[in-house]
């Protein structure tokens, strides 16, 4: 570890024990309750806030303590030996969970989708909005799940109109893409572990002089069906020298990965950076940052159940500047979308008051809506009580 690193960063994350260096507060936490699939409300988030795009749902899912608190939490596991023996040198198994427990996450507990009860089809319900000056809106329930067919687009839509009024305050726009070693990729299946290596990376970023940080994980590359967790980070970047270029990497590579387990495994996080001005790109990459690459469950049937509930996308920083960029041609649609995202009438911006009675969908569209994007639509006004002016 660098001298420079250590005094940027106080607050040394890995405990050394033994011949390991093992992260103090994972340990501190690696207890066996399952406290991740606690689930959200249904998959509206907070208007402009952070973004739940995996699996929404209002009820708990069981899941046996077992299944979840040993699914993987990267360098959680700490190899034990007796206080006076010499430490052997670690292998990558010292980091895996043992084998049997590794297998025994196939969960009791969790319901696989066959099991469960027949659920409602998604988007078979809408919530009815009405704003003080008598506009309507409805607002199909998507479940947000990134292998739902019926609401990727939908869903995806309203994950970038809800970023796109913080991420319009970044100019230039930095890029990084984080890619893990297939090594400790099974380790990363815990969506605890994956919180925590995205809570690093955001405060690392915040002490190293970034403002405004956005990221969120892909689970699978774009050609493979093979689990493939990469972090995908929006920043205030602009041009780093060479030096202080790679110096960014270093210190990213030892925050997110332990130098024993990268000398081990004799490999490290892959890790690209860009940056942009340009309004195109940078809606090429917040499209692509916010976009569903978990697209069949049945790739893997027990990780999805792992991340269910998954909070996915956090911001960090202060996000109160005006914007600083537009959008242009058709991103232009998302203007509309991030209002009707903060709860607000796309065109006058009044406040919409939502009626909490979801109703079932068939009946409103007997009301004719229209699609204004991302399963919002505008209804009639609900028309005068009778007795008014009405003809003889
Ligand atoms: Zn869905």
Redesign the pocket.
């Known amino acids: 570890m660098s001298i420079s690193f250590r005094k940027e960063c106080p607050r040394w994350p890995f405990a050394k024990t033994g011949a390991f260096l093992l992260p103090e507060d994972l340990l501190s936490r690696a207890e066996r309750t399952p406290e991740v699939v606690a689930v959200s409300e249904l998959h509206e988030g907070r208007p402009g806030g952070e973004d739940s795009s995996l699996g929404n749902s209002r009820t708990n899912f069981e899941v046996s303590p077992t299944a979840v608190g040993d699914g993987g939490l990267l360098f959680a596991k700490e190899p034990t030996f007796a206080e006076n023996d010499t430490p052997k040198k670690p292998t990558i198994g010292d980091f895996l969970p043992p084998y049997l427990e590794y297998e025994a996450t196939s969960p009791y507990g969790v319901k696989t989708q066959a099991q469960k009860s027949v659920e409602r089809m ?1 988007g078979s319900l809408a919530l009815v909005g009405v704003t003080e000056s008598g506009k309507r809106i409805a607002k199909r329930i ?4 990134e292998w ?1 067919e ?2 990727r687009e939908q869903s995806h839509n309203r994950r970038v109109a809800r970023i796109i009024p913080r991420l319009l305050q970044i100019d230039p726009m930095g890029y990084i893409v984080i890619t893990f070693p297939e090594e400790v990729r099974p380790l990363m299946r815990n969506p605890k572990t994956l919180a925590d290596l995205g809570k690093r990376l955001r405060r690392l970023l915040r002490r190293r002089g970034y403002r405004k940080v956005y990221c969120r994980w892909h689970f699978y590359g774009d050609k493979s069906t093979k689990h493939n967790p990469h972090l995908n980070v929006l920043c205030d970047g602009d041009y780093l020298l060479p030096e202080q270029l790679a110096d960014l990497k270093d210190a990213i590579r030892r925050m997110l990965l332990p130098r024993s387990m990268a000398q081990l495994i004799d490999k490290d996080l892959v890790i690209h950076y860009d940056f942009t001005r340009d309004s195109a790109r940078k809606m090429h990459w917040i499209k692509y940052a916010a976009k569903a690459t978990f697209l069949e469950r049945g790739w893997d049937d027990q990780l999805a159940s792992m991340l269910y509930g998954f909070h996915n996308g956090c911001f960090a920083g202060t996000w109160r500047d005006p914007p600083k960029w537009k959008l242009t041609g058709t991103d232009k649609k998302y203007n509309a979308l991030a209002r009707l995202g903060e709860g607000r009438h796309p065109e006058s911006g009044e406040p919409v008051v939502w009626d909490k009675k979801p109703l079932p969908w068939v009946l409103l569209l007997m009301e004719n809506p229209v699609h204004l994007g991302a399963w919002w639509y505008s209804l009639p006004p609900t028309r005068p009580p009778p007795g008014g002016d009405q003809c003889k």
Do not use: P, T, W, Y
Not at 142 to 145: K, L
């Open positions: 998604c998507c479940c947000g799940r739902c019926e609401c």
